[in-house]
């Protein structure tokens, strides 16, 4: 009698949803494979519909869809993708989120509130992901809202290069709120710059209404660089800018991950003071919602870097020398 030894051979899939399909081309071209077919079309009331084309039957797949506007499709789409790769027997899922849609409500602030990115992780959960890879979150504790791994991607190393290589001599990184305060100080230690910050104020019960009241650090003469996680409706690199030029800051650029940039951010950057604004491509940017002054900068490496080391069982935080964890 023959003994023949099976050995199990890991494959990996890479699918995109519709919200930003230009990104996952990039990350697939940066992973050396090709795309998953997969068929993603609405019923007549609205409803998604997803199939995909080919088994996956014991494979690693990896379903790529930012949370992008319309958020609750884009969201939605994602969420019927991973139940369609579960039922289809694949044998790992990982949802991989490059904006994490829901993210800002991770607490209760006040009473009668609900904590959606707890919601969103549990909704992931339910459809089948085993494993979330994401970038920026807006607060690390989401990362403890799902009850598998999550793999908090940062976009620093791709926002410092630019930096190194565009920022004029004396560059002061500026925290827009005291919760942004250690992101920017590992932005002013990597890059040897001084850090500087912007204490604000949110009225009570107000959205998107933000008040700049006063600037920590020496900013007079300077080029100062806001970093943040997202820019919204601009509102508080706008105000935050407003009062470093008044404190005697030269020029200010904005810089964030995620370019969001829902109405009226671009009439608001347009009519500001702010000579540069950078995001990442973690959200699809068309022209037309972004102002003349923005750049847009790839992560595909990161993700694809990520994607890989998911894949072939290595160390994510050893992409970022471990400082991607908060």
């Given at each position: 009698?023959?003994?023949?030894?099976?050995?199990?051979?890991?494959?990996?899939?890479?699918?995109?949803?519709?919200?930003?399909?230009?990104?996952?081309?990039?990350?697939?071209?940066?992973?050396?494979?090709?795309?998953?077919?997969?068929?993603?079309?609405?019923?007549?009331?609205?409803?998604?519909?997803?199939?995909?084309?080919?088994?996956?039957?014991?494979?690693?797949?990896?379903?790529?869809?930012?949370?992008?506007?319309?958020?609750?499709?884009?969201?939605?789409?994602?969420?019927?993708?991973?139940?369609?790769?579960?039922?289809?027997?694949?044998?790992?899922?990982?949802?991989?989120?490059?904006?994490?849609?829901?993210?800002?409500?991770?607490?209760?602030?006040?009473?009668?509130?609900?904590?959606?990115?707890?919601?969103?992780?549990?909704?992931?959960?339910?459809?089948?992901?085993?494993?979330?890879?994401?970038?920026?979150?807006?607060?690390?504790?989401?990362?403890?809202?799902?009850?598998?791994?999550?793999?908090?991607?940062?976009?620093?190393?791709?926002?410092?290069?630019?930096?190194?290589?565009?920022?004029?001599?004396?560059?002061?990184?500026?925290?827009?709120?005291?919760?942004?305060?250690?992101?920017?100080?590992?932005?002013?230690?990597?890059?040897?710059?001084?850090?500087?910050f912007v204490h604000k104020?949110?009225?009570?019960?107000?959205?998107?209404?933000?008040?700049?009241?006063?600037?920590?650090?020496?900013?007079?003469?300077r080029c100062c660089v806001?970093?943040?996680?997202?820019?919204?409706?601009?509102?508080?690199?706008?105000?935050?800018?407003?009062?470093?030029?008044?404190?005697?800051?030269?020029?200010?650029?904005?810089?964030?991950?995620?370019?969001?940039?829902?109405?009226?951010?671009?009439?608001?950057?347009?009519?500001?003071?702010?000579?540069?604004?950078?995001?990442?491509?973690?959200?699809?940017?068309?022209?037309?919602?972004?102002?003349?002054?923005?750049?847009?900068?790839?992560?595909?490496?990161?993700?694809?870097?990520?994607?890989?080391?998911?894949?072939?069982?290595?160390?994510?935080?050893?992409?970022?020398?471990?400082?991607?964890?908060?």
């Open positions: 009698m023959t003994n023949v030894e099976l050995v199990a051979r890991k494959r990996l899939e890479l699918f995109s949803g519709r919200a930003h399909p230009t990104l996952a081309a990039e990350v697939a071209r940066h992973l050396g494979v090709s795309l998953g077919e997969v068929s993603l079309r609405e019923f007549a009331d609205g409803e998604c519909k997803c199939r995909f084309a080919g088994s996956l039957r014991g494979k690693d797949v990896f379903i790529l869809q930012p949370h992008a506007r319309p958020v609750n499709d884009s969201l939605m789409e994602q969420l019927i993708m991973i139940d369609a790769a579960k039922r289809a027997s694949a044998s790992r899922i990982t949802a991989v989120c490059p904006y994490y849609g829901y993210s800002r409500q991770d607490r209760k602030a006040t009473g009668r509130e609900p904590i959606t990115a707890k919601l969103v992780a549990d909704m992931l959960a339910t459809a089948g992901a085993e494993r979330i890879v994401s970038i920026d979150l807006h607060s690390g504790q989401i990362q403890g809202f799902f009850d598998g791994p999550v793999d908090h991607l940062t976009a620093m190393p791709v926002l410092e290069a630019y930096l190194e290589t565009h920022a004029p001599p004396g560059t002061v990184i500026v925290a827009p709120d005291a919760g942004r305060v250690r992101v920017a100080e590992r932005y002013s230690q990597h890059l040897g710059a001084d850090l500087a104020r949110r009225p009570k019960g107000s959205v998107n209404v933000v008040e700049a009241l006063d600037v920590v650090g020496e900013v007079e003469g806001i970093v943040d996680d997202m820019i919204d409706t601009a509102g508080t690199v706008v105000a935050a800018s407003e009062l470093l030029l008044e404190r005697g800051a030269t020029e200010v650029w904005a810089m964030a991950t995620h370019g969001v940039l829902s109405d009226p951010a671009t009439d608001r950057l347009k009519a500001s003071r702010i000579s540069r604004v950078v995001v990442t491509d973690t959200l699809p940017v068309s022209e037309s919602r972004g102002p003349e002054i923005l750049e847009v900068l790839s992560v595909a490496g990161i993700l694809a870097r990520a994607i890989d080391a998911v894949f072939e069982g290595t160390s994510v935080s050893e992409i970022f020398n471990g400082e991607n964890l908060t």
